[in-house]
T-cell receptor, first 117, second 109 residues
Framework: DADVTQTPRNRITKTGKRIMLECSQT?????MYWYRQDPGLGLRLIYY???????NKGEISDGYSVSRQAQAKFSLSLESAIPNQTALYFC????????????????FGPGTRLTVL | KNEVEQSPQNLTAQEGEFITINCSYS?????LHWLQQHPGGGIVSLFM???GKKKHGRLIATINIQEKHSSLHITASHPRDSAVYIC???????????FGTGTRLTIIP
């Protein structure tokens, strides 16, 4: 089984709808991240969480919110979806305790392709 | 100007060719990462390095800290190497990554 899973894998929705993307991990990592990927642009950070009680905005957090329900779960919500939020969304995890060889290595989920009409 | 620049953006080569993808960055970093994104979208980490060179199978990654430059090499390229290769950097004390826009590699049989 995959260590980092995302649901749904694909979603088509309409403008104005509330959407939740879910991420679960079995790696036991404290740190989790949400990114979006658009054609021609690099991955951009939306939100990140270094533990259950810690939530931080990334570079493009407007229009998004997150919830860290447990160490293993980190959800991304679009409160009122708009077409320019159409993108590929990735969840990732990392473990800062593994020493220099693992510090900062991030492990990605398979991605969620979201289309907002 | 992006903090992380990759070149080329697209690369098509014949099977067996030696491949080089370049990454330049403009800020001080603690580590540079090379990732591979498969045609299906999944992203996997290939290398994380802060100095010198690392090798894994047919893949070799090098970094020159003074020149703020890294290269990813693929020897004896194969069609299964076709993917997008992404360079990313992380900063001291900060696990956030800054990503390049990727290099789309296509290996023709």
């Amino acid at each position: 089984d995959a260590d980092v899973t995302q649901t749904p894998r694909n979603r088509i929705t309409k403008t104005g709808k509330r959407i939740m993307l879910e991420c679960s991990q079995t790696k036991g990592h404290d740190r989790m991240y949400w990114y979006r990927q658009d054609p021609g642009l690099g991955l951009r950070l939306i939100y990140y969480s270094f533990d259950v009680k810690d939530i931080n905005k990334g570079e493009i957090s407007d229009g998004y919110s997150v919830s860290r329900q447990a160490q293993a779960k980190f959800s991304l919500s679009l409160e009122s979806a708009i077409p320019n939020q159409t993108a590929l969304y990735f969840c990732a995890t990392s473990d800062p305790t593994g020493g220099p060889s693992s510090y900062n290595e991030q492990f990605f989920g398979p991605g969620t392709r979201l289309t907002v009409l | 100007k992006n903090e992380v620049e990759q070149s080329p953006q697209n690369l098509t080569a014949q099977e067996g060719e030696f491949i080089t993808i370049n990454c330049s960055y403009s800020v001080g970093i603690s580590a540079l990462h090379w990732l591979q994104q498969h045609p299906g979208g999944g992203i996997v980490s290939l290398f994380m390095l802060s100095s010198g060179k690392k090798k894994h199978g047919r893949l070799i990654a090098t970094i020159n800290i003074q020149e703020k430059h890294s290269s990813l090499h693929i020897t004896a390229s194969h069609p299964r190497d076709s993917a997008v290769y992404i360079c990313a950097v992380s900063n001291f004390g900060n696990e956030k990554l800054t990503f390049g826009t990727g290099t789309r590699l296509t290996i023709i049989p």
